[in-house]
């Protein structure tokens, strides 16, 4: 795990993982990662990727979806107000590239860049479900900064920060092995219900912080407080409603505010 500052960008740091690819990998992106030589280094590799496109900051993919194809193989340029110091590449050179249009249920268009070219091998149509492969990625990251608060810091050091960060990955680790260990008793309360249910995320995280201090000073046996655990998991649970549609809230979180860090003690200038 590594640490750094803001001034650091999502693509910088993401190459930084180039040790663990593997030839033939797919890896998927979010948005922010598409830019031509940060493509460019996953094609050097053999490493292929799939990222979501912002189509209103990306001009192939506006002329793309002005188009009305489904998938459209095409040339990607860099961009020519950027230095090219350093660089394996030069103004005038490009990359092939496809991109593909996922329709989502309430009207929404989604655009996917690729390296898989191939459209008898990789049809457009298993785009959708192959970048929904990423979810738990993001539904994870979603836990930890909305449900953790793993922004509300305790401290400005980079001890503090470390800190406050495993403690959030370790109460996560925490909840899913609970969870886990509930996977037969759930299936058992499950029967002859219209829905499955899982263990409500949320109000589990909460019933084990009020928690976690006994079982590591062990104020309590820990076999007690896992079975009180447990059994509060088991009481609040919420039904699974597959290919259920809920409408994107575009900017959710965007306008929301820093959590502050109150300082306990005076600047030493």
């Known amino acids: 795990m590594q640490f750094h500052s803001l001034s650091k960008g999502e693509r ?11 030839s033939r990998d797919l ?18 590799r053999d490493v292929d990727c799939l990222i979501r496109v912002t189509t209103a900051s990306f001009a192939i993919a506006k002329n793309f979806i002005a188009g009305g194809k489904k998938s459209l193989i095409t040339e990607m340029k860099p961009n ?37 070219l191939d459209s008898q091998r990789y049809p457009a149509k298993m785009f ?23 922004e509300h810091f305790t401290g400005y050091s980079q001890v503090s920060i470390q800190q406050d960060f ?15 260990d509930l996977t037969d008793e759930l299936v058992i309360q499950n029967q002859d219900k219209q829905y499955n249910y899982k263990v409500n995320t949320n109000l589990s995280y909460g019933f084990l912080k009020n928690r976690v201090l006994e079982l590591l000073c062990e ?10 655990l447990e059994t509060l998991f088991l009481k609040h649970t919420i039904p699974i409603r ?13 306008a929301r505010t820093r959590p502050k860090v109150t300082k306990n003690q005076r600047d030493a200038i």
Not at 12 to 22: C, D, G, S, Y
Not at 27 to 44: A, T
Not at 137 to 143: A, D, G, I, L, R
Request: net charge positive; glycine share 4%.
């Open 242 to 254: 597959n290919n259920r549609t809920v409408e994107r809230q575009v900017g959710k979180y965007r």
């Open 166 to 180: 495993f403690c959030a990955i370790f109460i996560s680790n925490l909840q899913s092995v609970i969870v886990n």
């Open 128 to 150: 959708r479900e192959l970048y929904f492969l990423r979810w738990g990625v993001e539904t994870f990251y979603n836990e930890l900064k909305n449900k953790l608060k793993v």
């Open 12 to 22: 910088e740091l993401a190459l930084r993982h180039t040790n663990r690819w593997k």
């Open 80 to 116: 020519n107000r950027h230095s090219f110091k350093d660089k394996d590449y030069h103004k005038d050179s490009f990359l092939k590239v496809r991109l593909i249009r996922v329709d989502l249920p309430g009207g929404e268009v989604e655009v996917l860049i690729t390296t898989l």
């Open 27 to 44: 890896i998927i992106y979010d948005r922010g990662y598409p830019s031509y030589g940060f493509i460019n280094e996953h094609i050097k």
């Open 219 to 228: 104020q309590a046996p820990l076999d007690k407080v896992f079975q009180e």
